[in-house]
């Protein structure tokens, strides 16, 4: 970052200066506009900081004496000894940023502080830029360029609109005319007409050099996030673009952290399986669905065999590793159905729309595949026991018979699987 100070009293330029090096701004200084004016003759500055009272021209004529592209491309301060107030307003017409009164230096410490800050806190995202003007796309991807962020570019809708459907972007800037048949409300209801829920919320920044509300208004109502008019101040753009990303990119976060917190309601933190709380949330809806549908529904109940002589022997830290370890087995052999650790050793596979036969061949296969997997090297094995839903059963009931199968199974001398002894051979078929 990089500021010059413009100022006549040397003693001033030096409590500037160190104002400005605090928080690690480099610093020119010119001891009036017309040096001034020489020094920013070719060279970009961040920061313009300059007093009001010069012998040659005041703070409001010499900042109106800079080139255009100066004035628009850096934060101007202007600071006044006193009557602050009654050229305030004069200044901010004519596009300078801020006033303070040199008696008031804290405020300014306080603005230079968080103009620091905001210059070091680089974006990070993908912008997509629909401009049809190369010397505009240039100005405006540098300035993209300058905070952190990737820019690719498009000059039609046409184009953009395949971009968007082929790739992921955090912000779509987009101009209202354009080359191609075309403009920017078709990029804009491409968007948010998208099927694809991620791609239609994309935020959208339209510019236009049309400054009028009629444009300005059918912009945002066809669905742009902000409107920035192509007359106004690059400064304004970066402001703009910053907004959109980081309330975006808050929004996502948010989501994240929603997402990671139904996770943890619903997973057993683990093993990574549901947990009981889901289970209590969907096994109503599995027994109605089996009911209405007339179609059969199993559950395996099934327990890791001597799981306390694990934990004894070899302490809790292996026996966690083991359960996280069968529940990664449970998850791969069972991927297309509900498992959950229902217990400490004890899990439970819902399968839907399996019979009891084929569900007593999948637990055999899933108990000798366990005991071939020599969990964190040592010889574990697992029991279960099969259940199938007969008409009129509730969970609770269905459970039962599964988990009174399983308690056979260990007493029969585990690594085995039991079948519900009230099913008939009828039932075994269904």
């Known amino acids: ?9 040397k003693s001033t330029r030096k409590i500037l200066s160190s104002l400005l090096k605090k928080y690690e701004i480099e610093v020119e200084e010119a001891a009036s506009p017309l040096q001034a004016i020489e020094l920013l003759d070719g060279q ?5 900081l300059f007093s009001y009272h010069h012998k040659s021209m005041n703070g409001i004529e010499f900042f109106k004496a800079l080139p255009p592209k100066t004035r628009s491309s850096c934060v101007s301060l202007l600071v006044a000894s006193n009557a602050i107030h009654q050229i305030a307003h004069e200044s901010i017409e004519v596009g300078i940023t801020a006033c303070f009164s040199k008696l008031n230096i804290s405020s300014l410490d306080t603005f230079i502080q968080n103009f620091a800050q905001a210059k070091r806190n680089k974006l990070q995202g993908r912008v997509l830029l629909i401009e049809d003007s190369p010397s505009l796309s240039q100005v405006y991807g540098e300035r993209l360029a300058s905070i952190g962020l990737d820019c690719e570019f498009c000059v039609d809708a046409e184009g953009a609109i395949q971009r968007i459907s082929d790739n992921t972007y955090d912000l779509v800037i987009t101009d209202f005319s354009l080359a191609g048949i075309g403009d920017g409300f078709s990029v804009i209801s491409a968007i948010r007409n998208s099927h694809d829920a991620a791609k239609s919320r994309i935020p959208i920044l339209a510019i236009s050099g049309l ?11 066809n669905g742009a996030n902000d409107f920035y008019s192509k007359d106004s101040s690059l400064e304004e753009f970066e402001i703009r673009v910053k907004h959109l990303l980081e309330s975006y990119q808050l929004l996502l976060t948010y989501e994240m952290q929603y997402q990671t917190m139904q996770s943890l309601a619903t997973h057993d933190a683990l093993t990574k399986l549901y947990n009981r709380h889901y289970l209590r949330d969907v096994q109503q809806q599995v027994i109605s669905e089996a009911y209405m549908s007339s179609k059969p529904l199993a559950l395996i109940v099934a327990d890791v065999d001597f799981f306390k002589q694990i934990n004894d022997t070899y302490g809790h830290k292996i026996g ?19 498992c959950f650790r229902i217990g400490g050793e004890e899990f439970l596979v819902i399968l839907k729309n399996t019979t009891t036969l084929a569900a007593s061949q999948y637990a055999q296969g899933f108990c000798d595949y366990f005991a071939n997997q020599h969990l964190s090297g040592l010889n574990v094995t697992i029991s ?8 009129g059963d509730d969970f609770e009931h269905l459970f039962a018979r599964a988990d009174n199968a399983l308690s056979k199974a260990k007493l029969s001398g585990r690594n085995q699987v039991v079948l519900d002894q009230s099913l008939n051979m009828l039932s075994l078929m269904a």
């Open 1 to 9: 970052m990089k500021a010059l100070i413009v100022d006549s009293s």
């Open 44 to 48: 970009h500055v961040d920061l313009l």
């Open 211 to 221: 400054n009028s509300p009629a444009r300005r208004t059918q912009l945002l109502l």
């Open 320 to 338: 966690d590793e083991v359960l996280a370890a069968a529940g990664a087995l449970f998850a791969n052999f069972f991927a297309n159905e509900l």
């Open 384 to 391: 279960a026991g099969v259940a199938s839903y007969e008409y």
